[in-house]
Antibody
Framework: QVQLVQSGAEVKKPGASVKVSCKAS????????MHWVRQAPGQGLEWMGI????????TYAQKFQGRVTMTRDTSTSTVYMELSSLRSEDTAVYYC???????????WGQGTLVIVSS | EIVLTQSPGTLSLSPGERATLSCRAS???????LAWYQQKPGQAPRLLIY???SRATGIPDRFSGSGSGTDFTLTISRLEPEDFAVYYC?????????FGGGTKVEIK
């Protein structure tokens, strides 16, 4: 079955960077775009950007431009999201989600909690 | 940019009742690219409906989606205990804010 498995929780200090991985299985990795979405504690869903695993071409939300980098490794069917210059407001659960029909997202990874604290 | 507004913020209902959730867009949603997700505490969102009215694989038929243009609805015909959760609508397009703010369906 289609599955996205993300890396484990991280605790980072302000100013540091974090790199979250998302390993895909059960489908042809290069055939579906991958989104990254985050959710701060008690808040809604915030779209961060998208990567084409075939070409590596990315589109980032303007809010994260200059701080986020999305990459992929086709040999391991893994996408990565790196966020730099972390601040406390970046404390959130970060999800990868595969692009699906009619612009939807399906499935989602289990989420990776990133805590930014001094 | 398209902004999605969900209402009500919280819906208090009893098991067996019908739930009607609204998602209103500030501009017409292109090509019916409108989806609905369910999220339970501590879990990732799960796709329920895509393309306005198509149920995702494994989604019970008590969930249905409808609407067009700027007004969309998710209906749960008879609430089961496992349906109490937060629901988000999402549109696909050039908007940097594709998700609505969510509706919490809680037990009355």
């Amino acid at each position: 079955q289609v599955q996205l498995v993300q890396s484990g929780a991280e605790v980072k200090k302000p100013g540091a960077s974090v790199k979250v991985s998302c390993k895909a299985s059960g489908y042809t990795f290069t055939s579906y775009y991958m989104h990254w979405v985050r959710q701060a504690p008690g808040q809604g869903l915030e779209w961060m950007g998208i990567i084409n695993p075939s070409s590596g071409i990315t589109t980032y939300a303007q809010k994260f431009q200059g701080r986020v980098t999305m990459t992929r490794d086709t040999s391991t069917s893994t996408v990565y999201m790196e966020l730099s210059s972390l601040r406390s407001e970046d404390t959130a659960v970060y999800y990868c989600a595969r692009a699906y029909g009619s612009g939807s997202y399906n499935p989602w990874g289990q989420g990776t909690l990133v805590i930014v604290s001094s | 940019e398209i902004v999605l507004t969900q209402s009500p913020g919280t819906l208090s209902l009893s098991p067996g009742e019908r739930a009607t959730l609204s998602c209103r867009a500030s501009q017409s949603v292109s090509s019916n690219y409108l989806a609905w997700y369910q999220q339970k505490p501590g879990q990732a969102p799960r796709l329920l409906i895509y393309g306005v009215s198509s149920r995702a694989t494994g989604i019970p038929d008590r969930f249905s989606g409808s609407g067009s243009g700027t007004d969309f609805t998710l209906t749960i015909s008879r609430l089961e205990p496992e349906d109490f959760a937060v629901y988000y609508c999402q549109q696909y397009g050039s908007s940097p804010v594709p998700f609505g703010g969510g509706t919490k369906v809680e037990i009355k």
